[in-house]
């Protein structure tokens, strides 16, 4: 099956840019999403980017998918005291909805 | 906005107690699913419902199951509990069936002592 992975912490100071890496398995994986998780709540769906596109921007978001090397990447810039949280990397097959969740990425912005 | 609402955000239970978690979506949306969330494990999936009355194992459904009697409610039972099921409890629903794009619930922290 799927497997996702993900490094498990990443310090960055304020206003520099955060690139929080994910590496992925299933090579049929059609959707590849980034979730965001805040102290106390649940996942947010922040972006997300179909298997067939490169890059996908979203104002300080920006995605980079390496198909080749199954990589995913989610780079915040200019990363505010409201990025620290954990961020998780998900894939899903085309046929049903089944994610498969990396293991998240703490991530602490230091003013 | 979609909201996902789970009734008990920490219970304390004891070894051997039965368990109920609830979870109520208010979007009409078919998928309801149920993860559990441990520290650099991520969230792994114990049951998901695409329809009323319709369940289907996710990777670790030992130990637990589902009831999905309405559309909107989808809880999740755990028959014995046990001090390896103290966790985090996430609940989510989707509206379709091909995509990734969940909107989760606040999560239930369940201590087993």
């Known amino acids: 099956g799927e497997d996702v992975e993900q490094s498990l912490f990443l310090s960055v100071r304020e206003g520099d840019s955060s690139v929080i890496n994910c590496t992925y398995t299933?090579?049929?994986?059609?959707?590849l999403y980034w979730y965001k998780q805040e102290p106390g709540a649940g996942l947010q769906l922040l972006t997300y980017i179909f298997s067939n596109m490169d890059m996908k921007q979203d104002q300080r978001l920006t995605v980079l998918l390496n198909k080749k090397d199954k990589h995913l990447s989610l780079r915040i810039a200019d990363t505010q005291t409201g990025d620290s949280a954990i961020y998780f990397c998900a894939a899903v097959k085309a046929a049903g909805n089944k994610l498969t969740f990396g293991g998240g990425t703490r991530v602490l912005v230091k003013p | 906005d979609v909201k996902v609402t789970q009734s008990s955000r920490y219970l304390v239970k004891r070894t051997g107690e039965k368990v109920f978690l609830e979870c109520v979506q208010d979007m009409d949306h078919e998928n309801m699913f149920w993860y559990r969330q441990d520290p650099g494990l991520g969230l792994r999936l114990i049951y998901f419902?695409?329809?009323?009355?319709?369940?289907e194992k996710g990777d670790i459904p030992e130990g637990y199951s589902v009831s999905r009697e309405k559309k909107e409610r989808f809880s999740l039972i755990l028959e014995s509990a046990s001090t390896n099921q103290t966790s985090m409890y996430l609940c989510?629903?989707?509206?379709?069936?091909?995509?990734?794009?969940?909107?989760f619930g606040e999560g239930s922290r369940l201590t087993v002592l």
């Open positions: 299933d090579s049929s994986s059609t959707y």
């Open positions: 989510a629903s989707s509206l379709t069936q091909s995509t990734g794009e969940l909107f």
């Open positions: 419902s695409y329809d009323v009355k319709m369940k």
